[in-house]
């Protein structure tokens, strides 16, 4: 620790993008390039490049026998898709929309899971015939898909989505422990999978997700060794061999200030031992890790263009063609309890020295529509690119393109 107080850090990290000349640089082009190319501004773009480091980074961090997973929903565009698909062991849908774009994307359907709850029986059907590994999330799903499979004569390969009877702790969206929609609760697992023993569904495994955008390993780390634990506990009343144990993911990126990337060491060891334990405990098991925004969150950036300058009552506002109706985690609004600033920068002035703090707002006609809350920013001017970091994930299908009838924002892979 050093004697001088330090400043309090204005943004979360944003180093991943180097700059040249002022520039920034995606995709190896200076951004003011960039958005010649694409032809309009907003737009999202993300980095190849980055993508690669990012999946080889957490393949060294891990044992090599887990297998990882792309959780499609956290960024959907297909070209990104099929970029993944050849990178990770397996891609995460949660709707039949998601699998088409999955299988579009050529990842084998025997490698393509489906959770989500209600699935309706269409869905259901639809992902039968694919041949996709399906979550149950409750017993409706299990009889549905007993139904489904003796009409197609196939038999649904099925795994039970389990609701721990712990949570993740320090995580930004709970989703197991207590009551909850997801999954069938723990304690009415034995029963189902004695039922399921008797439906002609073809089972598989386990998959247990405790939550999302978690930042402490230790907190992860225990969600895995529980989780592990509940499935190795619950594989005795399963009606055949786990094949597959999902023991979910929840591996968090920083957003704010203050916030520092998540270490990987301790969650290396932990899946380490699972792995080892795994070997003679539930042998034959292929353990997964399922994974959204950490794999592509940071590798992304929204980019909008100043359109006016105003000064109100002494503070100044940059007023942007972009915002809210295309990237509502950053306004604040998608699970924020109290807004904090996602990492910005002005892309075409990396350069230049930081003035007054100013805030930054998108076009619509609501006070929401905030792309950055006061901060320190060089100096900009109508022209200038806006750009948002962390924008990876959830950003243009998570957000209410609609909503004010402006035009679309365009999303490029470079
Ligand atoms: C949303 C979700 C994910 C991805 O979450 P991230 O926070 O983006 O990693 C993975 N699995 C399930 C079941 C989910 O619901």
């Given at each position: 620790?050093?004697?001088?107080?330090?400043?309090?850090?204005?943004?979360?990290?944003?180093?991943?993008?180097?700059?040249?000349?002022?520039?920034?640089?995606?995709?190896?082009?200076?951004?003011?390039?960039?958005?010649?190319?694409?032809?309009?501004?907003?737009?999202?773009?993300?980095?190849?490049?980055?993508?690669?480091?990012?999946?080889?980074?957490?393949?060294?961090?891990?044992?090599?026998?887990?297998?990882?997973?792309?959780?499609?929903?956290?960024?959907?565009?297909?070209?990104?898709?099929?970029?993944?698909?050849?990178?990770?062991?397996?891609?995460?849908?949660?709707?039949?929309?998601?699998?088409?774009?999955?299988?579009?994307?050529?990842?084998?359907?025997?490698?393509?899971?489906?959770?989500?709850?209600?699935?309706?029986?269409?869905?259901?059907?639809?992902?039968?015939?694919?041949?996709?590994?399906?979550?149950?999330?409750?017993?409706?799903?299990?009889?549905?898909?007993?139904?489904?499979?003796?009409?197609?004569?196939?038999?649904?390969?099925?795994?039970?989505?389990?609701?721990?009877?712990?949570?993740?702790?320090?995580?930004?969206?709970?989703?197991?422990?207590?009551?909850?929609?997801?999954?069938?609760?723990?304690?009415?697992?034995?029963?189902?999978?004695?039922?399921?023993?008797?439906?002609?569904?073809?089972?598989?495994?386990?998959?247990?997700?405790?939550?999302s955008q978690n930042l402490k390993a230790a907190a992860i780390v225990e969600a895995q060794q529980k989780s592990y634990e509940l499935a190795c506990r619950l594989a005795e009343h399963a009606p055949g061999p786990v094949k597959a144990l999902?023991?979910?993911?929840?591996?968090?990126?920083?957003?704010?200030?203050?916030?520092?990337?998540?270490?990987?060491?301790?969650?290396?060891?932990?899946?380490?031992?699972?792995?080892?334990?795994?070997?003679?405990?539930?042998?034959?098991?292929?353990?997964?890790?399922?994974?959204?925004?950490?794999?592509?969150?940071?590798?992304?950036?929204?980019?909008?263009?100043?359109?006016?300058?105003?000064?109100?009552?002494?503070?100044?506002?940059?007023?942007?063609?972009?915002?809210?109706?295309?990237?509502?985690?950053?306004?604040?609004?998608?699970?924020?309890?109290?807004?904090?600033?996602?990492?910005?920068?002005?892309?075409?002035?990396?350069?230049?020295?930081?003035?007054?703090?100013?805030?930054?707002?998108?076009?619509?006609?609501?006070?929401?529509?905030?792309?950055?809350?006061?901060?320190?920013?060089?100096?900009?001017?109508?022209?200038?690119?806006?750009?948002?970091?962390?924008?990876?994930?959830?950003?243009?299908?998570?957000?209410?393109?609609?909503?004010?009838?402006?035009?679309?924002?365009?999303?490029?892979?470079?």
């Amino acid at each position: 620790m050093s004697d001088t107080p330090k400043a309090a850090p204005v943004h979360a990290p944003m180093d991943q993008f180097e700059s040249q000349g002022g520039e920034l640089l995606v995709g190896g082009m200076p951004l003011s390039r960039l958005a010649e190319r694409v032809g309009q501004t907003p737009f999202y773009a993300v980095d190849r490049a980055l993508l690669d480091a990012r999946v080889a980074g957490l393949r060294a961090a891990l044992p090599a026998s887990v297998s990882l997973h792309y959780a499609i929903k956290a960024n959907p565009m297909p070209a990104l898709v099929q970029h993944m698909a050849g990178l990770v062991d397996g891609l995460d849908v949660a709707s039949a929309g998601e699998m088409q774009v999955a299988l579009n994307a050529g990842m084998p359907a025997q490698d393509i899971s489906f959770a989500g709850p209600g699935k309706r029986d269409a869905e259901l059907a639809q992902a039968v015939a694919a041949g996709v590994l399906l979550n149950v999330e409750s017993p409706r799903e299990a009889r549905a898909l007993a139904h489904i499979s003796q009409r197609l004569g196939l038999p649904a390969r099925v795994a039970l989505r389990v609701n721990p009877d712990f949570e993740l702790k320090s995580s930004g969206m709970k989703m197991s422990g207590g009551p909850k929609q997801f999954g069938v609760d723990a304690e009415e697992v034995p029963a189902l999978l004695h039922e399921m023993g008797t439906m002609g569904l073809a089972f598989e495994g386990f998959h247990l997700y405790a939550g999302s955008q978690n930042l402490k390993a230790a907190a992860i780390v225990e969600a895995q060794q529980k989780s592990y634990e509940l499935a190795c506990r619950l594989a005795e009343h399963a009606p055949g061999p786990v094949k597959a144990l999902n023991l979910g993911g929840g591996f968090g990126i920083p957003y704010f200030p203050g916030e520092t990337r998540l270490d990987l060491a301790p969650i290396g060891d932990c899946m380490a031992n699972i792995a080892a334990d795994a070997a003679h405990r539930l042998p034959g098991a292929e353990l997964i890790v399922e994974l959204g925004r950490y794999l592509v969150g940071e590798a992304g950036v929204y980019v909008c263009r100043v359109v006016d300058r105003k000064v109100s009552r002494g503070q100044v506002f940059l007023v942007a063609d972009g915002g809210l109706h295309h990237h509502l985690s950053n306004s604040g609004n998608f699970g924020q309890v109290l807004r904090k600033n996602y990492p910005v920068a002005i892309g075409n002035r990396m350069d230049a020295a930081q003035g007054a703090p100013l805030s930054v707002v998108g076009p619509l006609c609501t006070p929401l529509d905030l792309v950055a809350d006061r901060m320190a920013l060089p100096e900009a001017q109508p022209g200038d690119l806006v750009v948002v970091f962390q924008s990876g994930a959830y950003g243009a299908t998570a957000s209410p393109q609609g909503f004010l009838g402006h035009p679309a924002v365009v999303e490029v892979l470079v």
